[in-house]
């Protein structure tokens, strides 16, 4: 079978073996990975360079957020390991312009913006001093990851079809919190099933949990599959 190239796992375990045995365990079933900070400290770059190495694709959700000249030059060295085809920065335009600027001409890896971390909401917006509530700074940072000539945006799935709207049909919309109707919620509070998240407008969907925490991961990927292409109507 060849995988769902909108599919991407997120490979959250505690080390490098159980990353390796998991990708093993899906086999063909999935064709991309997120590799997220918690597998940074444990070879994440070279799990990155193994993946490729497959044949597999990569998101390297780094979230990166420093001064200009840091972004630039930690963007340019990590799309430059070849082992990048997504990778994350805070959407804020100093950082966004850094990391456009450090990714260069080659094109392949693309700069997506997390918008507003979905553990934020009104009031801690206040908290650390932002002017405005959290959908109006989600729209403002959207149309600022386009201002910057960025690709794309993580998006919840609530907020997808913002991102769609404003950012038109080549825009990345990343959408993690997807949980389809056979799984349990784990700790999303507003997830969407598949087929909803999609019909909201995302083009990639991240899921974790449903799948690498399932009795059989590689029947899960494949059922999510088959409810993305409409094969499957969730219940
Ligand atoms: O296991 P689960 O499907 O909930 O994993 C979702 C993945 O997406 C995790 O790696 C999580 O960090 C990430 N994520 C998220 N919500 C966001 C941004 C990222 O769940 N708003």
Partial sequence: MSADPRLIIALDLPGRADAEAMVETLGDAVGFYKIGLQMLAVGGMEMAKDLKARGRQVFLDWKLHDIGATVEKATAAIVG????????????????????????????????????????????????????????????????????????????????????????????????????????????????TPLEALQSGASHLVVGRPVTAAADPRDAARRIADEMSGSLQPA
């Fill in 81 to 192: 390991s070849g082992a990048c085809d997504i990778l994350t920065v805070h959407a804020q335009p100093q950082v966004l312009a850094a990391a456009v600027k450090g990714r260069g001409s080659d094109k392949q890896a693309k700069i997506v913006g997390v918008t507003v971390l979905t553990s934020l909401n009104g009031q801690d917006l206040a908290q650390i001093g932002y002017g405005m509530g959290v959908e109006q700074l989600v729209e403002r940072r959207i149309r600022q990851v386009i201002d910057a000539g960025a690709d794309g945006v993580v998006a919840s799935p609530h907020e997808a079809a913002l991102a769609r709207r404003i950012g038109g049909p080549d825009f990345l919309v990343i959408t993690p919190g997807v949980r389809p109707a056979w799984a349990g919620k784990d700790d999303q509070a507003r997830a969407a």
